[in-house]
């Protein structure tokens, strides 16, 4: 696919994405992806078996994340605490679900040294059971609750076929964790968080999802509810960015978190889950990503302005001081500013390498520029370069950079909105499905019914958007596209193709 959202064949752009030295989107996007995650210097492979290893650029992109969403957390009242990678055996299998839904992906520690454990241990895939065991020992009374928890951390699932990011055998994410004393409370922390979790994608990483609850067949292991957001990546395919599960009173009973009502009843507490994931810099990647490479999106980028001093050996270090006190004036403002020093290294691949990595914005400084009281400015969203005053480029930058914010959800959120069609017939939705689409369409609720089309299209439902969704959200009675049973829900449920 080209820059602009087409899937027509460039030959311009393709010419030009080989200096980069990345597979055009349009001529095989899995290649793409793969080649710019490695390129840009996000992750690499690693020795141990499905897992990356994720270098520095990827690793202050992730901090950027958690930066953001701990303050988050911590304003709306929760707190952060640290649980055990490893979990009994024992505790995953008290709730059946669960452990059902589990089981495939489990990596079990059986030995310590030589010797065999009499009950092997889990690397945590999550920890609802284990944080459900201690919950039981520090929950005694009402007035104790409600329980705001989460973590960051590591968990661990077995993966058939990973992708950095994406899918892969260790990965990294926060988990929260809450119980309260009653269904509404509970259920009020699940949209909460989802809500935390939308605007974080819209306002932090121009990311347009689609806010909305899991059908039957597609709920967290063990959940009564799973809520999710949903996201278009450029090959048409859904990405499923974040989670937040009521999960009733399951785990509750399971673990005996139970407490004393005002009345002096015994009753099991109400618990939820919810979190993001390391898969959310695949979304921003194949999101926001074009021919040549990454466009980082400047919120939450770990480099937002690359200055990049233009000049001869005799005057390079000159204009590498030159450079440095541009920076400090832009950093001045609280942008984030890297200062290209690299000697020996030819302008135009300094341009190449920056524009691969998605840097926002590039500032190219040299002695005729210097002498003018000039800079030259290329935002990565443009094929244009702009002289302007020095002045004038710095004390604008923060606008620009929202501007560029602005550009790409408008990019993102038009090329979703084009590729989401309604469908009444089967055959118009296997087309639509086929062709790389999203498809809204009626829909029975029976779960055979969604595994029939699961089989003949590899289409699964995403979610069934929520009444007040930015997207998607007209009512309506209909017909389930597949069976001609009445639909379920009210409104079109949102199938598509995954990662």
Sequence with gaps: MTQDGGKKDNKGAQGKAAQYGVTPQSVDFNDWYNEVVKKADLADNSPVAGAMVVRPYGSALWENIVRWLDDRFKATGHESLVFPTLIPMGFIMKEADHVEGFAPELFTVSKIGTEELAEPYVMRPTSETIIGHMWSGWLNSYR????????????????????????????????????????????????????????????????????????????????????????????????????????????????????????????????????????????????????????????????????????????????????????????????????????????????????????????????RDLEQGVVVVKGRNSEEKETLERAEAVSGMTARLDGIHDWLLERATSFMLEHTLPADTY?????????????????????????????????????????DAEFFNEQGEGQCVKCGQPSAYGKRVIFGRQY
Aim: charged share 25%; glycine share 8%.
């Design 427 to 467: 055959d118009a939705f296997q087309e639509a499905i086929e062709a790389g689409n999203w498809v809204r369409a009626y829909h029975c609720a029976q779960p055979e019914c969604e595994k029939a089309i699961k089989d003949d299209t590899k289409a699964t439902t995403r979610n069934v958007p929520l009444d």
């Design 144 to 367: 104790d609750l409600p329980f705001l928890h989460y973590q960051w951390g590591s968990v661990f699932r077995a993966e058939l076929r990973t992708k950095a990011f994406l899918r892969t055998s260790e990965f990294f994410w926060h988990e929260g964790h809450t119980a309260h004393a009653d269904e509404p409370e509970a259920r009020g922390e699940v949209r909460q968080m989802l809500d935390i979790y939308h605007e974080f994608c819209r306002d932090v990483l121009a990311l347009p999802v689609v806010r909305g609850e899991k059908t039957a067949s597609e709920r967290f292991a063990g959940a009564v509810a799973t809520y999710s957001i949903e996201g278009m990546m450029r090959d048409g395919k859904a990405l499923q960015s974040g989670t937040s599960h009521y999960l009733g009173q399951n785990f509750s009973r399971a673990f005996d978190v139970k407490f004393q009502t005002r009345e002096q009843k015994e009753e099991y507490a109400h618990t939820t889950s919810w979190a993001i994931s390391s898969r959310i810099i695949g979304a921003i990647i194949m999101t926001h990503g074009d021919d040549f490479g990454l466009i980082m999106p400047p919120r939450i980028a770990p480099i937002q302005v690359v200055v990049i001093p233009v000049g001869r050996k005799d005057n390079f270090d000159a204009m590498v001081q030159e450079a440095e006190q541009l920076a400090g004036e832009l950093r001045a403002l609280g942008l984030r500013v890297k200062v290209d020093k690299r000697d020996g290294v030819t302008n135009g691949f300094k341009y190449n390498d920056w524009e691969l990595k998605g840097v926002p914005v590039r500032i190219e400084l040299g002695p």
